[in-house]
């Protein structure tokens, strides 16, 4: 089982607290640092303020050495897909070929009003998605010297060169995710590298991970060529107290946490992924949400990781 680091910097966070919170989870060794790609706190004012993930995860690119970098998820209504193709591509390159592509629909309807970014219906959304996806993997995957064109209603792409080229070849992993029973998991045997559950149960993980094997099946595709993975809140403590107060500074409740996240000592968090993994996740992220609490990636690094 692979764990990552997954931030909600939109809670309230500088780019420092997530270059901070990256080296630490560099040095301790865990798979990945990854970030959401929101515009607006939830529930809070999200003091100082949104920072962009893409510039974020440039910076990270540069100031990190072997840690992977990316997002869960990149909103398609954010971003035009070629200049998003080209911005990932240059974030790979600046970091040596260490960046992946969480991307979906998008849900939160409040940020694209805050922020003047048009919110279309959920079927216009998902068509703009499965032309993102095709637009960005073509370019990528274009070999050099070609050209790329795609006939697309939202995103028609003409004579383009396809450049530049990421350093990860064909291109950098691609992740979808979500619980959608159509769409989701047809685009997901397309498209992606990794298919993803964001907080969900172990019940929920096996179903929607059933139906993307399914889909693959329909597809032709080989279902084992995708990593499956969950994405669930952390609350690890050394005992039940500590435990507690992690989860109060989050505003969390210790119980509901062990019951919905990833939360307890770490024998209980040891068994909690065990119960994961035994519906096919195999890969784990860590949902972080107090960024100045380094302490605890440090006892999931320690006491967690070398029983897994």
Same mark, same amino acid.
């Given at each position: 089982m692979d764990l990552r680091i997954f931030t909600e910097p939109q809670q309230g966070a500088t780019y420092d607290d997530l270059l901070r919170v990256a080296r630490a989870a560099e040095s301790f060794g865990f798979g990945a640092f990854f970030r959401s790609d929101h515009y607006l706190g939830m529930g809070t004012e999200g003091l100082p303020g949104p920072t962009d993930a893409w510039t974020t995860l440039a910076g990270l690119a540069r100031e990190t050495s072997t840690i992977r970098l990316g997002t869960l998820m990149t909103s398609a209504t954010f971003r035009l897909p070629g200049p998003l193709a080209i911005t990932v591509a240059q974030v790979d390159q600046?970091?040596?070929?260490?960046?992946?592509?969480?991307?979906?629909?998008?849900?939160?309807?409040?940020?694209?009003?805050?922020?003047?970014?048009?919110?279309?219906?959920?079927?216009?959304?998902?068509?703009?998605?499965?032309?993102?996806?095709?637009?960005?993997?073509?370019?990528?995957?274009?070999?050099?010297?070609?050209?790329? &064109?795609?006939?697309?209603?939202?995103?028609?792409?003409?004579? &383009?060169?396809?450049?530049?080229?990421?350093?990860?070849?064909?291109?950098?992993?691609?992740?979808?995710?979500?619980?959608?029973?159509?769409?989701?998991?047809?685009?997901?045997?397309?498209?992606?590298?990794?298919?993803?559950?964001?907080?969900?149960?172990?019940?929920?993980?096996?179903?929607?991970?059933?139906?993307?094997?399914? *889909?693959?099946? *329909?597809?032709?595709?080989?279902?084992?060529?995708?990593?499956?993975?969950?994405?669930?809140?952390?609350?690890?403590?050394?005992?039940?107290?500590?435990?507690?107060?992690?989860?109060?500074?989050?505003?969390?409740?210790?119980?509901e946490l062990r019951r919905d996240g990833l939360a307890g000592t770490p024998g209980e968090i040891v068994d909690r992924i065990g119960e994961f993994a035994a519906a096919d996740s195999q890969r784990m992220y860590l949902q972080v949400l107090d960024l100045d609490d380094l302490d605890h990636l440090e006892l999931v690094a320690d006491k967690v990781v070398p029983q897994l």
């Open positions: 600046m970091s040596g070929g260490r960046v992946e592509l969480g991307i979906g629909a998008g849900w939160y309807e409040a940020e694209h009003r805050a922020y003047a970014i048009p919110f279309p219906g959920v079927r216009e959304r998902f068509d703009r998605l499965e032309e993102s996806l095709a637009v960005v993997t073509g370019l990528w995957e274009t070999p050099l010297g070609e050209r790329f &064109s795609y006939d697309g209603e939202h995103y028609p792409v003409e004579d &383009s060169p396809a450049l530049p080229k990421p350093v990860q070849a064909p291109r950098p992993p691609v992740l979808i995710g979500g619980k959608g029973a159509r769409r989701t998991p047809a685009l997901a045997a397309r498209y992606a590298d990794e298919f993803n559950l964001p907080f969900v149960s172990v019940e929920e993980t096996r179903t929607q991970f059933g139906r993307v094997r399914e *889909a693959c099946t *329909a597809a032709g595709r080989d279902a084992d060529t995708l990593t499956y993975s969950n994405a669930l809140v952390l609350c690890c403590g050394a005992d039940d107290a500590e435990v507690r107060r992690r989860a109060e500074r989050i505003g969390r409740d210790a119980g």
